[in-house]
């Protein structure tokens, strides 16, 4: 079988119109194959999996692994011998390089991460044609023919909003589409009444931004300053409160999707019109777990859950912990869909707003704060707390061998920048004595609004 990116489509296609069993079956050969390359060409997995039994196709014998254990082991834990930690890093610390193919043939995308530990992640050709069948699929279950031709009338242009300097994986989906003359990123950095004008002037038919911009443009729109009429609006990164995603509909006249995924799993589900998240199964595997790594019936809200990546041979990606709490559908969705259906809890993204100057509130996207902060060298980890109306409280743990005063001076110069672009500059700045503080499931919200 050659999986040729049309064959990739023809097979998406083909599992999902035949339905929960031959989903399942794609499942479990996918994983026994991923499984048989890990522990081929990976030390790491030839070493944790050397007991295993020679063919593994249910997932649950596999031990559980997690960012944290497999980061400091990235050389042994790739299946790509030409790819070093050390090499990785270098392209990583290079903003010159953002959308580059990584040695050649991978795309490479950061973070900082909620748990508490920067990752690098690698996606190989594989992978990459994988999230564009499954995008295609999405986009095939979003859209009606009338929809799809609204779009093509209206220019279809899309516009993409992205983070600015650094590896972040919307920022380097960006940059490799850059230079297609009807796609356009614009930054989230910027004040938003100058994106405001520059998304009217460019009129997108396909709005992406991240949930709480989107929120915020919505207001834009309420307001009758943002004067778009976008056919589709593809929200990700964070979870936005049920009510919300209705009145971003309603306020911008549009079909409003979301997808839940992370740079482990770019493809991982797609939300529908009855606002489930229909998870891919036919290429990745999440299951809900309990503290103990347990299996949580469906129904019942999980701890944390194990993501596995079927697509992706260079960095696998195998029962993975998430650290997101997940509730899947016990029962088939409203919508038709056969692919699994969940809900993700605790990536609410919560919006900071201050009192102005004079006149009206001002409300800033957390993650327009918190990603200026992960471009800063020497942050291991930060936490934005809202104390009171004006102040903002920072808990910053700079990494090993930076100068913590630098990078503090560093930070406080940084979001005092933002605030003042924002009109804020009378919100003070602070630092307190403590390190950022965990929640129950063991991860790090950025972001702490007032209460
Ligand atoms: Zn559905």
Known sequence: ??????????????AHKQGTEAIARRQRDRLADMVAFARTHSPYYRKLYRTLPERVADPTLLPVTSKAELMPQFDDWVTDPAVTLARAQAFADDPQRIGQPFAGRYTLSTTSGTTGTPGIFLQDARASAVTGAMMMRALATWLSAREVARIARGGARIALLTPVGGHFATTVAAARLAGRRRIKAFSVHQPLPELVDQLNAFSPAVLAPYASIGALLAGEAEAGRL????????????????????????????????????????????????????????????????????????????????LTNLANRTQPILRYNLGDAVLVRPNPCP?????????????????????????????????????????????????????????????????????????????????????????????????????????????????????
Not at 274 to 279: A, P, Q, S, V
Not at 383 to 409: F, K, N, S, Y
């Open 227 to 306: 004067r778009i009429d976008p056919v589709l609006v593809v929200l990700s990164a964070e979870g936005l409160p049920i009510p919300e995603y209705a009145r971003i509909a309603s306020a911008l006249h549009a079909n409003v999707r979301t997808s839940y995924a992370a740079n482990e799993c770019p493809f991982l589900s797609q939300s529908c019109a009855d606002g489930w998240l229909h998870l891919n199964a036919d290429w990745a595997i999440l299951e809900p777990v309990d503290a103990d790594h347990q299996p949580v019936p469906p129904g019942q809200r999980s701890h944390t859950v194990l």
């Open 1 to 14: 079988m050659t999986e040729g990116r049309l064959w990739l489509l023809r097979d998406a296609r083909t």
């Open 335 to 451: 919508c038709g869909d056969p692919l699994p259906a969940i809900r993700v809890q605790g990536r609410t993204a919560d919006l900071l707003t201050f009192p102005a100057r004079g006149g009206e509130p001002v409300t800033i996207a957390p993650l327009a704060i918190s990603l200026a902060l992960e471009r800063i060298p020497g942050v291991e980890l930060f936490q934005i707390v809202h104390t009171a109306p004006t102040d903002l409280a920072i808990r910053l743990q700079p990494a090993p061998g930076a100068d913590p005063h630098r990078v503090w001076q560093t930070v406080h110069a940084e979001i005092t920048r933002l605030l003042t672009d924002h009109k804020l500059d009378h919100i003070t700045v602070t630092r307190t004595a403590e390190p950022p503080q965990q929640t129950s499931g063991g991860k790090f919200r950025t972001v702490i609004p007032l209460t």
